[in-house]
């Protein structure tokens, strides 16, 4: 008899990926419309802001505190990504009271109820974006957050959650079916038509993304949009009627001409841009001939192991790079390289 | 080193699962707003028809054909589920001419190209429902086709995405962001607003479904609307900021108040009601005190190895029972029934 679990230990694949430490308990079904109304009124709440694409933060020195850790120093990065150079270096502080909140000018009709998260209601919400912001103050986009790993998995998590609930409510101001004015429902877990009552709920997209693998090779492609030199694991949005399965083996096809056979499932990724399940898989290849889809990719083509391994280690001769850490594509190409030796 | 892929023959278990058989290439990146009017225009062009609910078809005796494949006999069930004796019993023939489909009253604002099969367009669109049928012709509800299995693979794949992308383009006649009238794009692979020019992608709905498993027992629970003694692994849908895992745990703890650690990954399928992602897993009990979610479920337990494969075999002495074949849940059960022996 085969056990369905083995006995080592408990090393999720899918917690290597970035935005996984989400703690929230989201209480969905325990909810009704005074949540959100309770929510606000406790002083115990704490909210995460955005302000148009950026989450706004504090830095605070060398000031103890369970909320944050200590964010990378690299500032000079920070700064290319859009951050004031005063802004890093410290300790980032994403969580805000409704006091601060409202001083930030939290528009209140885009806060929606993430959940509860040891014992204090958690929410986020929108402020105006500002040209200038005081010192020890500062946005920074969420995939910036996400590549320098300047918060604690538990914040990105949230954040991701937050970002797209907020730009789904934000998406969804009209009902579909009829045209008419919706209004957010139970905090925010779903939404509903003023005219009609259909109900919606927030969409999340399955997305397969995936390797595939000829013996000691595996398949990556350039976008003409990725960073000079940058190749990753092929990806595409799932259509309905397909199983992952399929979806991996016609989207592999269709940019690179190669053909699959066996797919085999790794891990997922929170992608909150706007609202995507990255489904991550290897693929065994039955071909080797690239016919590269030139609408999408710049470049296609089969890298050898090693040489993946030094695109991993940053010491590709010719510069060649994949993706960050925090990307689920980095955690396929990995794991390819690490069934080495 | 251990290979990505071992060298056990190919038998996917995706493929075990009901819709999985669709063989239309989609094509959906070549294609324009001409795309569906060539197809209307070409004589070899095949439709599906659903009128409301119900799949429209043909039944034709004993006339071999290379579309459609012999019915199973039991007139009986068939009629239980709504479809008239008279249809069942026969090859029953989903596809139509265009001729044909004028003749039945499409709609031609409804009809969308799912793509090409064997050289030929396919198409899928709306007639209206009938009282009466001519004899040799009858309408069934897909989830009845599927439990039947009464028609090819292939037919049900494509029945699978014809249901859901006509399904998704009623549902959104208007423009959730400004609320403007949208029109169909691409014959079909999306829709955009009139207004602001907005486009949207069909949806699919992540959804996890998941068998608690501790040892020699799994976790199963009945809602209220099964049929009377059918129990199931537990589902429900994947929200925002989770990755499968997580959302795993997460709807295993809200429904039946169980533990679980490890969760691996073992199946997808297509689930057009209305457009579903089935993510099957097995998760590893870390807790074996049920407490159950009295507003979802009716009964909630664990279930030894051998109760279940008297349910599965249809053989349990209280009459119990599980989903039928061509549901994600009965593989689930059956792979953990399996593990015996």
Redesign the interface.
């Known amino acids: 008899?085969?056990?369905?679990?083995d006995d080592r230990p408990?090393r999720?694949a899918?917690?290597r990926?970035g935005?996984?430490g989400?703690r929230?308990a989201?209480w969905?079904?325990g909810r009704d419309d005074s949540s959100l109304e309770r929510a606000l009124a406790a002083p115990s709440s704490r909210l995460y802001l955005f302000a148009g694409d950026k989450v706004v933060l504090r830095q605070q020195d060398a000031i103890p505190s369970s909320v944050g850790h200590i964010a990378p120093s690299d500032a000079a990065l920070l700064e290319a990504m859009g951050a004031d150079a005063d802004s890093v270096g410290g300790r980032l502080l994403p969580l805000w009271t409704l006091a601060e909140a409202a001083d930030q000018g939290l528009d209140p009709d885009t806060v929606v109820l993430l959940g509860v998260r040891a014992g204090e209601a958690v929410l986020a919400g929108t402020v105006p974006p500002r040209e200038e912001r005081p010192p020890h103050e500062t946005a920074i986009d969420l995939r910036s957050l996400a590549v320098q790993e300047a918060l604690p998995p538990d914040d990105m998590?949230?954040l991701?959650?937050?970002r797209?609930?907020l730009l789904?409510h934000a998406?969804?101001?009209?009902?579909?079916?009829?045209?008419?004015?919706?209004r957010m429902k139970n905090g925010g877990s779903s939404r509903v038509c003023t005219v009609c009552n259909t109900e919606v709920?927030?969409?999340?997209?399955?997305v397969v993304i995936m390797l595939a693998?000829d013996g000691d090779r595996c398949l990556m492609g350039r976008q003409p949009q990725f960073d000079a030199g940058r190749y990753s694991a092929l990806a595409g949005?799932?259509?309905?009627?397909?199983?992952?399965?399929?979806a991996v083996r016609?989207e592999i096809k269709?940019e690179s001409g190669i053909t699959v056979?066996?797919?085999?499932?790794h891990?997922?990724?929170?992608w909150?841009f706007p609202?995507s399940?990255m489904?991550g898989c290897?693929a065994?290849a039955l071909s080797t001939e690239v016919v590269r889809?030139a609408?999408?990719l710049e470049d296609c083509r089969w890298f050898e192991r090693e040489e993946v391994a030094q695109m991993l280690a940053g010491t590709h001769p010719e510069g060649l790079t994949v993706p960050p850490r925090m990307a689920i594509a980095w955690t396929l190409i990995d794991a390819?390289a690490g069934?080495?030796?």
Do not use: K
Not at 261 to 265: F, T
């Open positions: 008899m085969t056990a369905l679990f408990f999720e899918s917690h990926n935005f996984s989400n929230i989201r969905s079904e998590g949230a991701a959650q937050a797209s609930l789904w998406a969804n101001r009209f009902c579909a079916r009829c045209g008419g004015p919706m709920f927030p969409r999340v997209d399955p693998v949005f799932l259509e309905p009627g397909e199983t992952i399965e399929d016609r269709e056979g066996r797919v085999r499932y891990s997922s990724q929170v909150p609202s399940l489904i290897h065994e889809d609408a999408e390819f069934r080495e030796g």
